[in-house]
């Protein structure tokens, strides 16, 4: 078996719920050995959030393979003093609290940092370390609303489109923290020094927007504003868009460069607006209406079958179980069965997309189930595990 990339990194994982879960998540999958940190009470909260199997969390299951959980109290002395010792052995620790709480607990960067150079310190938060809401509450939702991506989308004159997915918490928490830590932990190659690395969720979903919002500031007063369902990304041309068929399923059409946009033509059977397709004014318009109703004119199956062989970037949009079938995917190896010896049944994971070698599928933990052998490992005495554990 080849050795993982991350092999031998150490990580310490403090945080709760999504963002830091999912970030720890990529890292145990290609070889890091993760330690959760869970509070006495219950653990990370996502152990207790619907939908439930055996009693046990799937949300939680789907995002804590391949690592340990330890229990530590750190509103006690006994806890935060062993924290300090234990961060003494591991590379990279990640946390998602308010600004500010580890501070008050006594167990912040300055004096982790004391207790171990080397020590990488990651901390996601809403919005950052810095700056007038650094304190404010707030959920995925409210960070793409505050970074502009959700006045981007959705239909012209009408209501921001709401995301199916955590564009803030997975996007702008859990990949932003990744760069940040393998950033610093390369760094640490060069200087032997760990650094501070400070994620804001909202600055992080902000740069899906990179490319539109830059390019408004280059454009400076001889620009304008972005639009939302007016723009050529994002709804605003017949050349890209959705598309309801007569079904009421979806098409996305992505033709963006005319020789995929002459074949949607062609398949619709209107290959003289091919000329107007591109206009921005009604011309444009009008042929954006005529797409919208030859699609709707027959069922999602008859366009799958038109489009069948032709390589002109038009796919149905996928819904519910759709996706655990698609053969691209399955082919891709992103689904898959492992026995739960643990737990005494067969489960399919989801994969994470990076696969440098055979991803590991060790079976979550239950709270503080690691929590003698993590503590013996840095070098706590049976006494003093005694004291800490129960």
């Not at 010792?85 to 600004?99: I, K, T």
């Not at 502009?148 to 012209?156: E, K, N, R």
């Not at 179980?321 to 399919?348: I, K, M, N, Y």
């Not at 003698?372 to 049976?382: N, T």
Request: aromatic residues 6%; charged residues 25%.
């Amino acid at each position: 078996m080849n050795t993982l990339p991350l092999t031998g990194l150490k990580v310490l994982d403090l945080s709760r719920l999504l963002p830091g879960p999912y970030a720890t998540l990529v890292l145990a999958d290609l070889g890091a050995t993760v330690d959760k940190l869970e509070d006495p009470e219950g653990g990370d909260y996502i152990r207790h959030m619907p939908p439930l199997r055996d009693d046990e969390s799937a949300l939680f299951y789907g995002l804590n393979r391949n690592k340990r959980s330890l229990v530590l109290n750190l509103k006690s002395p006994e806890g935060r003093e062993a924290l300090k010792r234990l961060v003494r052995s591991y590379d990279v620790l990640l946390e998602s609290f308010r600004p500010g709480v580890m501070d008050k607990l006594g167990v912040g960067w300055s004096v982790l940092h004391e207790q171990n150079p080397r020590l990488v310190y990651c901390a996601i938060s809403g919005y950052g370390q810095t700056g007038p809401d650094r304190l404010k509450a707030g959920h995925d939702l409210n960070y793409a609303a505050r970074a502009g991506v959700l006045g981007y989308g959705g239909q012209a004159d009408g209501a921001p489109a709401f995301p199916g997915v955590q564009l803030g918490d997975i996007g702008g928490g859990s990949l932003f923290a990744l760069v940040g830590i393998l950033a610093a932990l390369h760094e640490r190659e060069r200087t032997g020094q760990g650094r501070f690395v400070d994620v804001s969720m909202t600055d992080g979903v902000m740069a899906f927007l990179h490319m539109h919002l830059a390019a408004r500031l280059v454009m400076g007063e001889q620009g304008q504003p972005l639009r939302r369902g007016r723009e050529t990304l994002n709804g605003g041309q017949a050349c890209y868009g959705l598309y309801r068929t007569s079904d009421d399923r979806y098409l996305s059409v992505g033709a963006l460069e005319p020789k995929f946009l002459a074949g949607v033509c062609e398949v619709l059977g209107c290959p003289e607006l091919l000329a107007d397709a591109y206009d921005t004014g009604e011309a444009g318009t009008r042929v954006k209406a005529e797409f919208t109703r030859r699609f709707a004119e027959h069922p999602l199956a008859h366009w799958k079958e038109r489009f069948a062989g032709r390589d002109v970037c038009v796919e149905p949009v996928l819904e519910g179980d759709e996706v655990l079938e698609d053969p691209q995917l399955r082919a891709r190896g992103l689904f898959v069965e492992s026995e739960d010896t643990q737990r005494g049944r067969r489960v399919t994971h989801l994969l994470t997309p990076l696969r440098l070698g055979e991803t590991p599928l060790r079976p979550p933990p239950t709270v503080g189930q690691h929590s003698r052998k993590i503590l013996s490992e840095a070098g706590f005495s049976p006494e003093e595990i005694e004291r800490l554990v129960n």
